[in-house]
């Protein structure tokens, strides 16, 4: 697509209210509960997409999945419960795509190839500050198509609905590959995290909330039904906060 402002934009002529202080009573609730029982790892749990005892089992549970093996490109978030994802896809000789922290540069996503990778710089690639070592800094319309979208978590349930930590980064990553037609219908999405942030409840949800196809834990895959699978079309321009629009610069550069 080019960089016009899209028809999507117009799919809300409002920003939701009064569903962020839901979103963060649960994310309060899970970074406790991982907190008080031990389960959280350094850096810890609060303010954060929670790193976990267990992590390197659910990259393994969610790696034996078909649409982790037929995936060739996976964007993946940065953040340390998601490290043995990335390291294990780069071994696998998969591309890896990760977003620039907050999005704070216009080429905003470094590009991570194993093939110009030699085996003992994988594991540093694999870290945040590997990958800018590693990684080539691409802008999005550079983007290959995005095969599978592993995401960090705070909060998700089995129905596919995710919170993150409240930043909105992690959705505006998704909605800028939409825009591009780097995620598409035939792109999965995936979590994976501790049992303790699997929920029973509802989730509150918006519109520029993207769910999952599969939740993996140390335990278990969670497959999501497909009846209620939401997916933004691209950039909801109404749903861009005056933090966004202000420090994100790719937003302006694709002209909203």
């Keep these: 697509m080019s960089g016009s402002r899209p028809t ?3 799919a809300d002529r409002r920003r939701p209210s009064g569903v962020e202080p839901e979103k963060q009573r649960l994310r309060e609730r899970v970074w406790t509960e991982l907190t008080e029982s031990g389960e959280a790892l350094f850096p810890g749990a609060r ?11 659910a990259a393994d549970r969610l790696a034996q999945t078909p649409e982790w093996k037929r995936a060739r490109v996976i964007k993946c978030n940065p953040d340390a ?3 043995p994802v990335r390291l294990r896809a780069l071994r696998e000789g998969k591309v890896v795509y990760m977003a620039v922290p907050r999005l704070r540069e216009k080429k905003c996503f470094r590009k991570l190839d194993p093939a110009r990778l030699r085996e003992t710089e994988l594991a540093e690639a694999a870290t945040i500050a590997g990958a800018t070592r590693f990684g080539r800094a691409v802008h999005p319309r550079e983007l290959e198509h995005v095969d599978l979208v592993v995401a ?4 998700v349930n089995r129905a596919g609905a995710r919170l993150g930590k409240g930043g909105g980064y992690s959705d505006l990553e998704f909605a800028i590959g939409r825009e591009l037609g780097a995620i598409d219908a035939k792109t999965r999405t995936a979590t994976t995290v501790h049992p303790l942030q699997v929920v029973d409840s509802e989730l509150p949800v918006t519109d520029h909330d993207f769910s999952l196809d ?6 278990e895959l969670i497959r999501t039904p497909p009846g209620r699978k939401r997916s933004p079309p691209g950039i909801l321009q109404a749903h861009l906060t005056p933090e966004i629009r202000r420090d994100v610069p790719i937003v302006k550069d694709l002209g909203f």
């Design 152 to 155: 960090g978590s705070v909060a």
């Design 47 to 57: 303010g954060r997409i929670p790193n976990f005892r267990g992590a390197a089992a």
């Design 81 to 83: 419960p998601q490290r």
């Design 214 to 219: 599969l939740i993996a834990t140390p335990d």
């Design 8 to 10: 999507s934009s117009h």
